[in-house]
């Protein structure tokens, strides 16, 4: 039976996303969802929809939702591709730059996602082990056919120095994507680097920042020669009528965005000060979670304790980098004193 598998398909594990636990009395920290609602042009939207216009397939090159990034961006609609969340752009950037010889880089660890893509497509991976701090440096030689470059980075939630990046992609070969998922929680991004260099695409999603991980709609900027390609190997219509009308005016609403981003870069800060005065090690985030290592009490303990009390966090057990770090989404300022009453808790109470 399961000869009728290719063997490539029959070896991978398949990616395992974050629990999506139903309940309401839960603290959901642990896929870093945003916990604010999206613009209320949405809601605006979704009521005035004629149903008829249902029965007809949608655009299947979404003009009027990539005007609106093009403008976003300073860019021509050339230079825009959109998909059914960021992963379904991931995916074919495989698809559309690495032969079957050919490889994929990603720093390690970063969004499990990448490797896994490899191994459908049956490629080559080539990842870069990130140093004790969570930094990178290129070996001499390193070459792949498409490097996935995630900044700011998951599950570590740190920027890289932007000029470190510049230069890579100045000298590297293949395309580099560059995975900014969380770029609208930063300072700084490197949409410009997608604009002037050939090989260079940024990817946004509409997840995290604007509320709409339910939407599925992800994008990428670059070279319209690269963004072409895309085009080219994708399902007809592979963004549907309503997140296309759903995602265009969320775009066109930065203010509700921007204003969730601030709240949310707050609780980010209020949560990092109180961890750090309860004895965890809190790196700089500038993602809408932190990475935090308890100094003194074992994360996966702590991951269970809190498990147990309705909070869900991220604990990634697996590699011996990640096993003593928790990922923590930044929930609204209630969820988060919820969270941090139960870390005192189980850290008092000696649990
Ligand atoms: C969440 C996330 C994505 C996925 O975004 P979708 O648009 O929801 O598919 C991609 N890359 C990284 C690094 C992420 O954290």
Known sequence: MSDLIRKSVRAMTGYVPGEQPKGTDLVKLNTNENPYLPSPDVQDILSMIDISVLSRYPDPVCVELRKVIAELHGCAIENVFVGNGSDEVLALCIRAFVERDGSVGYFDPSYSLYPILADIE????????????????????????LFFLTNPNAPTSFAYDKANIADFVKRFDGVALIDEAYADFAEEN??????????????????????????????????????????????????????????????LDQNTMK?????????????????????????????????????GYGAKRLFEKLRAKNIIVRYFGNDERTKDYLRVSIGTAPEMFQFLDAVEAILDGGE
């Open 122 to 145: 049956d490629v080559e991976k080539k990842p870069v082990a990130l140093d004790a701090r969570f930094g990178w440096s290129m070996p001499d030689d390193y070459a792949a056919s």
């Open 190 to 251: 490197c949409m410009d680097l997608a604009l002037e260099n050939d090989n260079v695409i940024v990817a946004r999603t509409l997840s995290k920042s604007y509320s709409l991980a339910g939407i599925r709609l992800g994008y990428c900027v670059g070279n319209a020669e690269l963004i072409g390609a895309m085009f080219k190997i994708k399902d007809s219509y592979n963004v549907n009528y309503l997140t296309q009308e759903v995602a265009r005016v969320a775009v």
């Open 259 to 295: 204003a969730n981003v601030s709240a949310i870069v707050e609780t980010r800060q209020l949560v990092a000060d109180k961890l750090s005065e309860l004895g965890f090690e809190v790196g700089a985030s500038r993602t809408n979670f932190l990475w935090v290592k308890p100094l």
